[in-house]
């Protein structure tokens, strides 16, 4: 069987405190990041781009790693 963080969380007292379904868009969460002192003056698009670049390294390794 299998979780969700969504199924967890709901029965936690800060469900939906921050956002409705404890769950934000992508582009709200560069937003955030661009945000932080540790951006360090890079935009959200910057960020995005750069983030999402290593997100896809990450998943073709994965599957790399597994092709047989």
């Known amino acids: ?3 969700t963080n969504n199924a967890v ?3 936690g007292d ?3 405190k ?3 379904g404890n769950i934000i ?3 709200t969460l ?3 990041i661009a945000a932080q002192p540790e951006a360090k003056g ?3 698009q910057e960020l995005e781009d750069k983030y ?3 997100i896809e390294k990450i998943i073709l390794e994965t599957f790399k790693s597994i092709k047989g």
Do not use: N
């Open 9 to 11: 969380q709901k029965v």
């Open 1 to 3: 069987m299998q979780l």
């Open 14 to 16: 800060d469900y939906e």
């Open 42 to 44: 890079r935009g959200k």
């Open 52 to 54: 999402k670049k290593e």
């Open 30 to 32: 560069f937003e955030y």
């Open 25 to 27: 868009s992508i582009h």
């Open 18 to 20: 921050y956002e409705e």
